[in-house]
């Protein structure tokens, strides 16, 4: 039975470059696994594959969904699954790729069926949080979920707003979600999870030449497109669009824009590092010390 890899690791590591080069070795297609990626619009911002890339090996889940679209993880699985289904009726193996490590642990261990979206409710709820009544919805996720909420700060908004959305849709708390609800992707026996890892200060200097390169390839032309167009991209998070906004705006200088966008991928890739520390891997490979061509050796040796 022909092995799933799932390559994952923090921004800028080279995640893409290695997974085309197995793909090659493997015949294979790739599916993203990234919350950022996966929008249309926003292809300089959010780092996807190249068109070049794109041209050498068809990739699944890249620039699909429009920007006012979410994807929860349940339906991040979903999709993942049929892309999986598509590759392997081709006799191709799929390689997953990307840096979202939930979606990671959704697709391996699992997540609860009622893992659904519901723009009015969250909306409704960021409004609230926006408005000052962030400790009201705490207490409220308290009252609801004593055991969940010891892991949810009252500041971190993404995380409060999500589980009272859920137990808006579901009627059931997130611990109860867990419990009786649990699922996983159905090839999470065959998936090969490979972590690529690296040290911070190495890490940080290819961030800080990433940024300077996604400037001289056209973000602030990317930017200026979806501010003329109205675009609301707020629930991704993206880095480097408040930033430019307010540069195009007049308000800080271009000097200004790449610093904070370097600072805010530094710390991004500081908390992914972190997360896929305490987490469990079939393969660790530390870019420092290994080549990408060895890696892809080791990898196609077990596929």
């Not at 890739?269 to 890696?295: E, G, L, P």
Request: proline residues 2%; hydrophobic residues 35%.
């Amino acid at each position: 039975m022909t092995n799933i890899f799932a390559i994952v690791g923090p921004t800028g590591i080279g995640k893409t470059s290695l997974s085309i080069k197995l793909a090659k070795k493997l015949n294979s297609e790739i599916i993203g696994l990234d919350s950022r990626q996966i929008y249309k619009m926003i292809p300089i911002g959010t780092a996807q594959p190249s068109a070049k890339d794109l041209s050498i090996i068809k990739h699944h889940l890249i620039g699909t969904k429009d920007l006012h679209e979410t994807v929860s993880a349940g339906e991040f699985v979903e999709l993942v699954d049929q892309r999986i289904v598509t590759i392997l009726e081709k006799n191709k193996t799929p390689i997953i790729c990307g840096g979202t490590g939930l979606y990671l642990k959704s697709l391996v261990e699992g997540i609860f069926i009622g893992s659904k979206t519901d723009a009015k409710i969250r909306t409704y709820l960021e409004k609230e949080y926006d408005n000052g009544n962030s400790d009201n919805l705490y207490k409220e996720l308290v009252s609801i979920d004593p055991i969940y909420s010891k892991k949810v700060h009252p500041n971190n908004k993404r995380r409060l707003i999500r589980a009272l959305e859920i137990y808006k849709i579901t009627g059931k708390n997130m611990t109860e979600n867990f419990k009786s609800n649990n699922k996983k992707s159905a090839f999470h026996d065959r998936i090969n999870t490979v972590y690529l890892r690296m040290p911070r200060k190495s890490l940080e200097l290819i961030i800080h030449k990433r940024t300077l390169s996604m400037i001289e390839e056209g973000m602030i032309g990317e930017v200026q497109y979806l501010k003329d167009h109205n675009c609301n991209i707020d629930h991704i998070d993206y880095i480097g669009y408040s930033e430019i906004s307010s540069y195009l705006d007049k308000k800080i200088s271009l000097e200004d824009v790449i610093e904070k966008i370097h600072i805010r991928t530094r710390q991004y890739a500081k908390r992914q590092m972190k997360w896929f520390d305490n987490q469990s891997f079939d393969h660790v490979f530390d870019i420092d010390n290994t080549s990408v061509n060895d890696i892809v050796d080791k990898l196609v040796e077990i596929s």
